[in-house]
């Protein structure tokens, strides 16, 4: 996906040398793929200054986060809260060129979505446009819903051209006229995986969307030793270890995780370990409870990296069951799916989003429809069974990964766009 120039690229020199990357928050345990990319592209000499709307809520942190080198700058998360920073920006702010321009747009945004989240934006849009943007020349948003409300607005209001990076609940819970109206504005905008691509496409002038995929750091994700694991689920003394890593939240399937679990024969023996947390943490425990699996389900909660890969390497089947959540909310590809796999560890998922753009049905893991719990209990049966079906998925899982999900090729990408 080479570019050189319009609406897909820009040549060298032309971003005016430092990007600001907008954030919905940094650091975030659950967006390592952020992280990555932004070290990998100051690796080959982008200079980058980190905007988030919020502070990190997490106390943790990945071993990326401190290697980045990009400044941090904190926009306010609620305005009521540092009233006379957002006053002395708004005052700086009308007095650029593009102000009312911006001002218009997100009038005209407020009617469609008089929400206090849509207010919220612009005031941080402000801060924006008077403290970072005079250090840089483009803005680049993660995320299309609300990072890229904020970096729109600003752009508008500085004259700065502005990009993006799409991925999953952005994308399909945010309105179509949105999604139109921002396509139209970006300079380029790219996005995880082939499904999402299609989605965006359609709604966007020709050229302006690209396939990006965030691909798997193997310097981070290093091969595992050999795997000789002969577990069957026969032995009480020895079960067969499942792992799990997503956050509790609709979208990820966990009551759909447990209601299978809940139908594997007793007699059949294993142990699943959850690593995330969420706010459905506490629900999913008490159905666990009442299906009888307390003893057999470990609740980790959020780790940093290290002991997520330690979870890998111990494990001997990883599952997810991914759906379609009610307000569209989905997953694209979910990482940990290319992190697991990496370590040459079988997967079990669903069938969803670009899940198949990764897993292979029957070659590189197992797939089930999503919310469909007997179906999602027939495979996991069948991997906790056979070891060497295992072991033959985890193989030719690994090999995809490194193959055709390598992140030097989306970096190799991104670093062209921002003119490197």
Known sequence: MSVSGGPGGEAAGASGGRVAFVLKGYPRLSETFIAQEIRALEARGLEIE??????????????????????????????????????????????????????????????????????????????????????????????????ASVARYAALMTGLGWTGSAHARDIYTTPDWELREKLADCRWLVTCTAANRDHLAARAPTGRVALVYHGLDPARWPAPPPRRSARDGRDPGDPVRLVSVGRAVPKKGYDVLIAALARLPRALHWRLDHIGDGPLLGRLREQADAAGLAGRIRWRGAMAQDGVLAAYREADLFVLAPRIDGDGDRDGLPNVLMEAQSQTLAAVATRVSAVPELVLDGETGLLAAPDDAPALARLVERAIADPVLRARLGAAGAARVRSAFAMETGVEDLARRFGL
């Open 50 to 147: 980190i905007v988030s709307l919020r502070r990190p809520a997490e106390g943790a942190a990945h071993p990326v986060h401190g290697e980045i080198a990009a400044p941090v700058t904190y926009l306010p998360e609620h305005l009521h809260r540092e009233p006379l920073r957002v006053m002395r920006a708004w005052r700086r702010a009308r007095r650029l060129a593009g102000y009312r321009a911006a001002l218009g747009r997100w009038r005209r945004d407020l009617r469609r979505d008089p929400t206090p989240n849509r207010a919220r934006r612009f005031g941080q849009a402000c801060v924006l446009a008077a403290e970072v943007a005079p250090r840089v020349g483009r803005l680049h948003a993660h995320f299309l819903h609300t990072p």
